[in-house]
């Protein structure tokens, strides 16, 4: 089976930390460009950040920059994004897609992902 699958999502305090995986299983991710999304109610789905399939390219979107980190553990076949200082405005369900791009990163919208997860809700509220 070509499968993604997220996990590690949770209910945090502001200021707080969570680690979201990204398990690829019936391909290689080092071969695929992989993006976190998220959407929040209400709001537009968003790219959070990426890292590319050439070259280990990684890419943030500025609200994140500073707090998030996106990593990719080619052993695990997986994809992780370490989420620190944790704000309320974060709170949206967390999507991981994978796609054959090159260098390029965060400049590709949803429907040219060819792999989606299920998604993994983040709450962020005291």
């Known amino acids: 089976q070509v499968q993604l699958m997220e996990s590690g999502g949770g209910l945090v305090q502001p200021g707080g930390s969570l680690r979201l995986s990204c398990a690829a299983s019936g391909f290689t991710l080092d071969g695929y460009t992989t993006t976190w999304f998220r959407q929040a109610p209400g709001k537009e789905r968003e790219g959070v950040s990426c890292?590319?399939?050439?070259?280990?390219?990684?890419e943030y979107t500025a609200s994140v920059k500073g707090r998030f980190t996106i990593s990719r553990d080619n052993a695990d076949n997986t994809v992780y994004l370490q989420m620190n200082s944790l704000k309320a405005e974060d709170t949206a369900v967390y999507y991981c897609a994978a796609g054959r791009f090159g260098y390029d990163c965060l400049g590709h919208v949803a429907y040219e992902y060819d792999y989606w997860g299920q998604g993994t809700q983040v709450t962020v509220s005291s």
């Open positions: 890292v590319s399939s050439v070259g280990g390219r990684t």
